[in-house]
């Protein structure tokens, strides 16, 4: 099973942005729709971005829209999350992973358990 591989995460002031990365050894993300999901501290996970295949159709939450914008290259083996204006309820662990939209809201498909490795995002002054 390929496992996927969050990058890009790190500690930045509120206001300030950072770009995410998230591949699968090099290999081709071969998803009908991937996005982005995070987890803070004694929180359950939140999904944040989704990115539908077919149409390149983009989700995002409300707490994140406006704000982030998710992305793919050509290849279709690196998917990104531009984060810009972060605050501090944005820190936590942030996962990429399949997903869908569900009334509004982005999912994992149903017990989806292989969330692969995060990366940590820090905002605070």
Known sequence: QVQRVASGGGLVQPGGS???SCSASGKTLDY?????FRQAPGKGREGVSCLRGGDGDTF???????????SMN???????????NL??????AYYCAPCQ????????????TSWGQGTQVTVSS
């Open 87 to 92: 605050q501090p309820e944005d820190t936590a």
């Open 101 to 112: 939209e569900l009334g509004g809201l982005v999912r994992p498909p149903a017990d989806f």
């Open 18 to 20: 950072l770009k995410l």
């Open 32 to 36: 009908s729709s991937i996005g982005w």
């Open 60 to 70: 995002y939450s409300e707490s994140v829209k406006g704000r982030f914008a998710i």
């Open 74 to 84: 050509n290849a279709k083996t690196t998917v990104y999350l531009q984060m810009s």
